[in-house]
């Protein structure tokens, strides 16, 4: 028996993809071209110690596309009234990112490190799509 047969028939949808999902997620797995399940990534952040602290290194192209980052991702900090430790080292950004109050990781540094990968694939493509990557 599968363990899907055990979750209450009201608690599932009559959605084909949603029963091969959780079939996939049980081990139950049928494969279809169609899954909503993401395979799951791993963290390009590292997790540092002394404090405890989300570290990941950047690495830009061009001065233009570092920039346009550095300008939204400094807004972004202002904004939420939370801030990273960013280093510049030519192209290269590192960012780390703790609660300095208590020297961990919280669930806002981890908010935080969410949006500032999904800035870096934005400005990637924005100037990829331009064909401004380069400088």
């Known amino acids: 028996k599968s363990l899907i047969e055990f979750i209450p028939k009201?608690?599932?949808?009559?959605?084909?993809?949603?029963?091969?999902?959780?079939?996939?997620?049980?081990?139950?797995f049928q494969p279809t071209d169609n899954l909503p399940v993401q395979p799951i990534k791993k963290s390009e952040w590292?997790?540092?110690?002394?404090?405890?602290?989300?570290?990941?290194?950047?690495?830009?192209?061009?001065?233009?596309?570092?920039?346009?980052?550095?300008?939204?991702?400094?807004?972004?900090?202002?904004k939420i009234h939370h801030h990273a430790t960013v280093t510049i080292q030519h192209r290269l950004i590192d960012v780390e990112v703790y609660t300095h109050d208590i020297e961990e990781v919280t669930n806002r540094d981890k908010e935080l490190a969410k949006f500032i990968d999904i800035l870096y694939k934005d400005v990637q493509y924005y100037f990829l799509s331009k064909g401004d990557n380069n400088e």
């Open 46 to 78: 590292s997790v540092l110690q002394q404090p405890e602290r989300l570290a990941r290194r950047f690495e830009f192209n061009s001065f233009k596309v570092m920039k346009a980052f550095l300008d939204v991702l400094l807004r972004h900090q202002e």
């Open 10 to 28: 009201e608690l599932l949808t009559e959605n084909d993809q949603h029963t091969a999902a959780l079939n996939a997620i049980v081990g139950n």
